[in-house]
């Protein structure tokens, strides 16, 4: 069983919904958290970063986490079709994590209009 | 600041052949790493350095090698291809700050078909 996991998709919906992605994991040495955005053909992105329970908010994106039952999550607001991307989570344990980062499989996110 | 360079974009080898993926960062990042991406698997850590002259194995180091001679630089060799190692490559570098937070900045990726 992987560490991370994340439901891949693919998840279709319509411009303007609320959308919910989430990532399950074993490791409770992991402490910090973070979404990254993959457009088709590129590198990912750093989208969302936080390291404490609870909600983190960024304009239309919520990052939350619930570290006592391993579960994180990403909640897109008003979803526009240039959210349309894969959408990786990943974490390390406390501390620096040397470049090591321990990511889900990616969740395939088509906003259509 | 170009951030993150790799070449080539795209690339096709037989089997058996030697390559080098070059990954370069104008950052003067301090951590540089090597992913692939595989459908359905995300990415995975192949190898990484924490500096010039030092590098460790990551979750899926086998058939590759790497050196780091200089902060701004981290080629990945493959010693000879396998259709395995079909993939899409990646490299990053990232740098840590105050509790140890660290950000990681990707290349574009290399496409590697082995036939």
């Known amino acids: 069983q992987k560490e991370v996991e994340q439901d891949p998709g693919p998840l279709s919906v319509p411009e303007g919904a609320i959308v919910s992605l989430n990532c399950t994991y074993s490791?409770?040495?992991?402490?910090?958290f973070m979404w990254y955005r993959q457009y088709s053909r590129k590198g990912p992105e750093l989208l969302m970063y936080?390291?404490?329970?609870g909600n983190k908010e960024d304009g239309r994106f919520t990052a939350q986490v619930d570290k006592s039952s391993k579960y994180i999550s990403l909640f897109i607001r008003d979803s526009q079709p240039s959210d349309s991307a894969t959408y990786l989570c990943a974490m390390h344990p406390r501390g620096t994590s040397y470049g090591k980062l321990t990511f889900g499989q990616g969740t395939i996110l088509t906003v259509h209009p | 600041n170009a951030g993150v360079t790799q070449t080539p974009k795209f690339q096709v080898l037989k089997t058996g052949q030697s390559m080098t993926l070059q990954c370069a960062q104008d950052?003067?990042?301090?951590?540089m790493s090597w992913y692939r991406q595989d459908p359905g698997m995300g990415l995975r850590l192949i190898h990484y350095?924490?500096?010039?002259?030092i590098t460790d194995q990551g979750e899926v180091p086998n058939g590759y090698n790497v050196s780091r001679s200089t902060t701004e630089d981290f080629p990945l060799r493959l010693l000879s291809a396998a259709p395995s190692q079909t993939s899409v490559y990646f490299c990053a570098s990232s740098y840590s700050w105050g509790r140890g937070d660290t950000e990681a900045f990707f290349g574009q990726g290399t496409r590697l078909t082995v036939v």
């Open positions: 350095s924490v500096g010039a002259g």
């Open positions: 936080t390291y404490s329970s």
């Open positions: 490791n409770s040495a992991f402490q910090y």
């Open positions: 950052m003067n990042h301090e951590y």
